[in-house]
């Protein structure tokens, strides 16, 4: 069990509003982006605005984007790594 | 188009850009490379946001006017200087309207509707046309970052047609918070200022600003033209709201368009003015698009590091830039640039070069995956009234010595081109076509809000997942139209009006960034809410590669994209979506849109698929559009359109109005001498069945759409059934179906059946 992996599952469904999707049936190391969950750049910003907003963890560059969001369980790693207390 | 078609010639040209307000400031700027873009100093943006962006400077707008409205005006006045007469006709690429106004007085908790009275796109527009004197219709296109291109590329069509002998075509937008925060979380602002072509670019500078030309259509060229406009190419890519198709084949499609348009050989061109944003993809895609038409390219350059992207206005800014490069041999610079992307191909222009070009070609890209590109040759080129293209170029000799034949009526009353309808779909608050029509038979209220699951029936969760209410009527109304059309091919080209656009997509938006402080919103609502989001989902869903064009004036939007689906139909075997439709949201409706007292929430609208018809065989739509201020009211102008009073009283069997201004008249008011209505049945000698559309299906500004589809099937059937016809069924008898929009901007649709004649 992951509390954090899934906490993302269902904020990540949500975010992009996968309403096919069941947030349980997201496999951690299946690619979220093109073949996949299929999500492209527009839910991928969708993601890092989330992100920073629940996590206070800013994304701002492709690179740490495309090693980011690989998959759920690199999220949830970075996010374990580099999560700020929620600004007041 | 016959040989004897007029030629359109630039004879005047105004700018307000980062580098100051007039062309002069704007010339000096391209002259000296200078980079004038920095943090804006009358949009408040937290400090962490301030980035640079590209503000006119030393330009306050007055008390009571939107920033976009003032800097609209002033461009407007200087295209116009030292003019005796009005244009014809004021078109215009408009994408955030009176929205910096709103914004603020939202925020501020405001909500008397009187003060988001200049909120719709379409009034800046209105407001230029007065200011200019112009009686004649305010077109407005909504089409993202093409906005202004596509403008002049209609202006181009109408002076072409003889439809008008002069149009002030122009973009504008001004700063404001959607759409610097929208690309902020897009992440497509270059924190550094925009540094297009170069290997570390890392996105667009936000700005603002206003190009106009004013455009006179003639046989030769006029003493005054500074250059002509030869051609225009519109395509779509469909193939995603911001991305553009990987290896520019769009844009290339569009170069190739407008090239052909023109009658020029792609090797006659001596400067390529880029859209060149700076962001990764764009620079990528046009890139590649520049090298597929020209192996060796000749000289090119973005001039965005010098205006920034001022959006809706870029096209209109560039069109400009383009009449001073082929007028004062002036090539500007590609500013900003360190190291030029190697993996681009391209060579920009790091200094001014003092050059004359013989043509120029000048790129505009949108949101959308709208794509329009114009064609530009210096005045002189083509006196002797003969082509001078190249050797085994394609030119066309469109020169002919000929005086251009001008209809009488050129500046009473526009009426568009005839177009056969294959399929129709309508939605209301009863439900889709059946639902509506059998309710509008019986002559019951449609009125209301269809619920979403009327709208997301029959579409896959995939394709609406990320879409808001607007978008997901357009596309339910586009699978039904398709429908009922059959074994027609997929539409080429997508013509939509509406009003306000996705207004829940822009209420989400500023909704949770004004709560967070202008920090966060949703990069996805930002995408949907500019007004061509929907009319790009039709393209992408339907594959329709063609011209894509959001037209949005208010009560006359769908009448207008309708018009301009006409103005642009083509052969017989490209199909034409064209609709309008606009929703109904419940905190921002009643501000922007608010309508007679009483009236129930409603919103849906209508969509059509057509073709330019052929003889008089099947169901034909004609849209008209008469002037707004003519001796006798735009009544007498709309009659005069439609051949006369006798003639509308045999070929209408019946009048669907649409009338805002009646309607929300006080009823003790309403005397017959204020009534429009009334003032048409005089005008017309009416004595036939007049139906209050706005009351069956709904108080909307697009509802016209919605009554036009309803038209064309009682039409098909041939009878107007008893509720509606006085208690028994009126035979048609051949006749056909006005749908009049009786508000203050006039408009109508003729629905003709088989045989009549428009």
């Known amino acids: ?88 | 188009m016959t040989s004897t078609a007029p030629r359109a010639f630039v004879v005047g040209l105004g700018a307000l850009t980062a580098a100051g307000r007039g062309v002069g400031a704007l010339r000096a700027a391209l002259r000296s490379g200078v980079r004038p873009l920095r943090p804006p100093s009358r949009l408040s943006v937290p400090a962490e946001f301030r980035l640079p962006g590209g503000e006119v400077p030393d330009f306050d707008e007055p008390a009571g006017l939107p920033r976009t409205h003032a800097l609209a005006r002033e461009a407007a006045r200087e295209a116009l200087r030292g003019r005796a007469t009005p244009p014809d006709a004021v078109v215009l690429g408009v994408t955030t309207g009176g929205i910096g106004t709103t914004e603020r007085l939202f925020a501020a908790g405001e909500r008397e509707p009187a003060r988001y009275a200049l909120h719709g796109a379409g009034t800046v527009a209105e407001l230029v046309a007065r200011d200019a004197g112009c009686t004649g219709p305010a077109l407005t296109v909504a089409t993202a970052c093409s906005s202004g291109a596509v403008a002049l590329a209609i202006a181009l069509e109408l002076l072409r047609s003889g439809r008008s002998r002069s149009v002030l075509a122009g973009g504008v937008d001004g700063l404001c918070r959607l759409t610097w925060h929208g690309f902020r979380l897009l992440q497509l602002v270059d924190p550094r200022g925009t540094r297009p072509l170069d290997a570390d670019r890392s996105g667009l500078t936000v700005a603002e600003g206003a190009g106009m030309v004013l455009l006179v259509g003639a046989a030769e060229p006029p003493e005054d033209a500074l250059a002509e406009l030869r051609g225009a190419g519109l395509t779509c890519d469909a193939h995603h709201p911001t991305q553009p198709l990987p290896g520019g084949e769009g844009a290339r499609r569009a170069i190739v368009r407008a090239l052909a348009d023109a009658g020029i050989d792609p090797a006659d061109v001596g400067y390529v003015n880029l859209h060149g944003t700076g962001t990764t993809d764009n620079d990528a895609a046009e890139a590649a698009a520049v090298r597929a038409v020209w192996p060796a390219p000749p000289p090119v350059s973005s001039t965005k590091g010098i205006t920034g992207h001022p959006l809706a206005a870029a096209g209109a800014v560039e069109a400009v830039v383009a009449v001073l490069a082929l007028r004062e041999g002036l090539l500007p610079p590609n500013v900003g640039l360190g190291m030029v992307d190697p993996a681009l191909g391209l060579d920009p222009l790091r200094e001014p070069v003092d050059r004359f070009p013989r043509v120029v070609v000048s790129n505009s890209f949108g949101f959308g995956g709208n794509n329009a590109v114009l064609v530009f040759e210096r005045a002189d080129e083509r006196s002797s009234g003969l082509a001078v293209g190249t050797e085994g170029s394609p030119s066309r000799n469109r020169a002919a010595a000929v005086p251009v034949p001008v209809p009488r009526d050129a500046t009473r009353a526009w009426k568009g081109g005839v177009l056969e309808v294959l399929g129709a779909a309508c939605l209301s608050g009863a439900g889709g076509t059946e639902a509506t029509l059998a309710a509008f038979r019986a002559g019951a209220s449609c009125a209301g809000t269809a619920a979403d699951e009327v709208l997301t029936a029959g579409l896959p969760p995939r394709v609406v997942r990320r879409i808001r209410r607007l978008p997901r009527m357009a596309l339910a109304l586009s699978e039904a139209a398709r429908d009922a059309a059959g074994a027609t091919g997929a539409p080429r080209s997508v013509f939509f009006g509406t009003a306000w656009g996705p207004l829940s997509e822009t209420h989400e938006f500023l909704a949770a960034l004004f709560a967070s402080g202008d920090r966060f919103a949703s990069p996805t609502d930002f995408v949907g809410s500019v007004h061509n989001a929907p009319a790009g989902g039709l393209a992408i869903r339907h594959g329709a590669s063609g011209p894509n064009v959001t037209a949005t004036a208010g009560d006359a939007s769908f009448e207008q994209a309708l018009f301009l689906a006409s103005l642009f139909a083509r052969g017989e075997d490209e199909p034409i979506l064209a609709g309008g439709a606009d929703e109904f949201h419940p905190v921002l409706s009643p501000l922007v849109a608010p309508t007679e007292a009483g009236s129930a929430a409603a919103d849906g609208g209508g969509l059509l698929v057509l073709r330019r018809a052929n003889g008089t065989r099947g169901i034909r739509v004609v849209p008209v559009i008469p002037a707004t201020d003519h001796g006798g009211g735009p009544w007498s102008a709309l009659v005069e359109a439609l051949g006369g009073a006798e003639a509308v009283r045999a070929r209408f069997g019946a009048v669907f109005t649409a009338d805002p201004a009646a309607t929300s008249r006080p009823a003790a008011a309403d005397d017959a001498a204020a009534s429009p209505r009334r003032e048409f049945g005089e005008q017309a000698h009416f004595e036939g069945p007049v139906i209050d559309a706005r009351r069956l299906l709904g108080a909307y500004a697009t509802v016209s759409a919605a009554a036009t589809v309803v038209a064309v099937e009682l039409v098909r059937a041939g009878t107007l059934p008893a509720a509606l016809a006085g208690g028994r069924d009126l035979p048609l008898e051949g006749r056909g179906i006005l749908v009049a929009s009786l508000g203050p901007r006039p408009a109508a649709i003729a629905v003709l059946g088989p045989g009549n004649a428009p």
Do not use: C, Q, W
């Open chain 1, 1 to 88: 069990m992951d509390p954090l992996l899934d906490e993302l599952r269902v904020k990540l469904v949500e975010a992009v509003g996968l309403t096919d999707v069941r947030p349980e049936d997201i496999r951690p190391d299946e690619p979220l982006v093109g073949d996949g969950l299929g999500l492209d750049s527009i839910d991928i910003l969708e993601l890092v605005v989330m992100l920073e907003e629940d996590y206070g963890v800013k994304i701002d560059n492709k690179e740490l984007g495309r090693k980011v969001f690989a998959s759920l369980r690199s999220l949830a790693d970075h996010v374990r790594e580099h999560r700020t207390p929620p600004r007041s």
